[in-house]
């Protein structure tokens, strides 16, 4: 019975920060841009500075009227956002916050877990662009394929290479093994996960699929009301689990000053950080051409973790 | 595989047992579906149901390690392709007339006699093999990597040739026809004339 008890309890808390985290971020976007452009951002909603945006947000989606359009799949175009959004949902359940088994649950192989089932969730934006029968969609839908199949080789290329430093490719295990001298020894695969993480989001400067001035919202464009708002929200528990992954895999996740205690609170800062980053890039860079994203990927990433993975090697190696 | 007879018997199945069933009969159904739907891309969907069920059979086999590189390679890459393939192609929504091919029973007959081979082969392997589910588990990353490279390195690297030969084959099919010697007058008057301007 207590197992019982353990489990349900882990799975609401990981759900509690499913539905949480995301929305914190999406608001934090609201005020960091804000600032960033001399502006105050939202100011009434909720009362203090605008903390409600969100709910309230949330609240006229609920109220819009759900359309599809007449020569759209239906089925298809109604199950997109579910798969777009549910696989961020699974992939926290694996991921390490504290010392001493703060995790949802202890999967063996969790690095390959969190990567396939992240991947997964791409399939919700192929369906939407390709069932809402309008051409906008389906070049949003070709160019996010493009973009992942692009993408996930470096990201896949640079996790492995943390799983060679650390010699499992179970999350708790990396972090057990982590010392503070892996930030620089993996900084470059760093860089390049965070990188092709943030194109397989389609964050800013990689929003090509959803480039506004050119395709309208790509795949998402015949959206409307709830089903709208949960491909947003997959976007931002995206960012999340993008940002709490880099830091569990490149940024020592738990360990810090009294991380007995207060790993959690590391984790939870480190992510906080990077997440900032994602917001910091959005407002600061243009956003890519369609070509100069290709070439980014196979000419500077790729190479780039063959080179971290070479180094990993001839360290793990020479320290053995 | 698990049904072959053995000490645990068919005739009272574990929960597990029943599972892995109902999920294969789920997962076969989904394959039917796949190959007969007319719709193309509805076909690549049913595709992923098929291959998510496989990695749910992996899972209670307790293949943790194939069951997500299966999800992460097959659902995640392969099908991803083949969708980006469709959108590039011809992807109409609802039925494509042209989906039958005349060789459905030649493939048919393919397809039985490669599924009986296999499963044969399976059968004969693993007749009497039981998982111990309450020992330690047997398909642990560990256990797969160590088994890989210890016992069956040979037939990995042959694999990986024969990927790396297809990979290249592909290449060489893709790219447009190389000419010997640059472009003559003689290659230039074998093209038709487009608009027929002259003779």
Redesign the interface.
């Known amino acids: 019975m207590n197992d019982v008890l353990d489990v349900i309890l882990r799975l609401v808390a990981v759900l509690v920060v499913f539905l949480v985290l995301p929305l914190v971020i999406g608001q934090t976007e609201h005020k960091v841009m804000a600032h960033m452009q001399g502006r105050l951002g939202p100011m009434y909603a909720g009362g203090f500075h605008g903390w409600a945006q969100l709910v309230a947000d949330g609240v006229k989606f609920a109220q819009k009227e759900d359309v599809v359009p007449a020569g759209a799949d239906r089925r298809i175009f109604q199950l997109a956002p579910v798969v777009a959004l549910l696989p961020y949902l699974l992939v926290l359940i694996a991921i390490p916050v504290g010392p001493h088994g703060l995790v949802g649950t202890v999967i063996d192989a969790g690095l390959f877990f969190v990567l396939a089932v992240m991947g997964v969730g791409v399939l919700g934006s192929l369906m939407a662009g390709w069932a809402s029968a309008n051409k906008f969609s389906l070049l949003g839908g070709l160019r996010t394929a493009a973009q992942l199949m692009a993408y996930e080789l470096p990201m896949l290329l640079t996790a492995s290479s943390v799983a060679m430093a650390a010699g499992t490719i179970s999350l708790p295990g990396i972090l057990n093994a982590f010392h503070w001298w892996w930030i620089p020894w993996q900084i470059i695969g760093g860089l390049v996960f965070f990188t092709a993480g943030l194109a397989e989001l389609q964050r800013p400067p990689f929003d090509m699929p959803v480039a506004d001035s050119e395709i309208i919202f790509g795949a998402y464009t015949e959206y409307t009301g709830l089903r709208f708002a949960l491909f947003l929200l997959a976007e931002y528990a995206g960012i999340v689990v993008l940002c709490s992954l880099t830091t569990v895999l490149f940024l020592g996740g738990w360990h810090g000053p009294m991380a007995d205690s207060l790993g959690w609170l590391w984790t939870l800062l480190k992510t906080a950080a990077l997440a900032f980053t994602v917001i910091w890039l959005r407002v600061s860079y243009p956003r890519l051409r369609e070509d100069q994203l290709q070439k980014l990927a196979w000419t500077v990433l790729i190479p780039l973790s063959f080179a971290q993975i070479g180094l990993t090697g001839i360290v793990k190696v020479v320290m053995s | 595989m698990s049904l072959a007879a053995g000490p645990p018997g068919f005739l009272s199945p574990a929960g597990v047992e029943i599972a892995f069933l109902l999920v294969g009969i789920a997962t076969l159904a989904a394959a039917l579906v796949t190959v007969t739907t007319k719709q193309l ?2 076909a690549a ?1 049913w595709l ?1 149901v098929t291959l998510g069920g496989l990695a749910i059979e992996y899972l209670l086999l307790t293949a ?2 194939i069951a ?2 299966q ?2 390679i097959y ?3 392969v ?3 083949l ?2 393939g469709l ?2 192609t011809k ?1 109409p ?2 039925r494509s007339p042209d989906a039958d091919s005349g060789n459905r029973w030649a493939a048919l007959t393919v397809a039985i006699a490669a599924a009986a081979t296999l499963v044969w082969v399976v059968v004969d392997a693993f007749r009497s093999t039981w998982i111990d589910l309450s020992g330690a ?1 047997q398909g ?2 560990k256990v797969t990597g160590a088994s890989l490279f210890r016992n069956w390195v040979l037939p990995f690297e042959a694999l990986s040739v024969l990927l790396l030969a297809a990979l290249v084959g592909a290449i060489v099919l893709a790219r447009p026809p190389v000419t010997r010697h640059r472009p003559s007058k003689d290659a230039l008057r074998a093209t038709p004339p487009r608009h027929g301007a002259r003779s």
């Open positions: 891309v509805h969907l992923v943790e390690f997500w590189v999800v992460l659902v995640g890459s099908v991803v392709l969708l980006f959108m590039l992807a929504i609802g588990v642990s990353t």
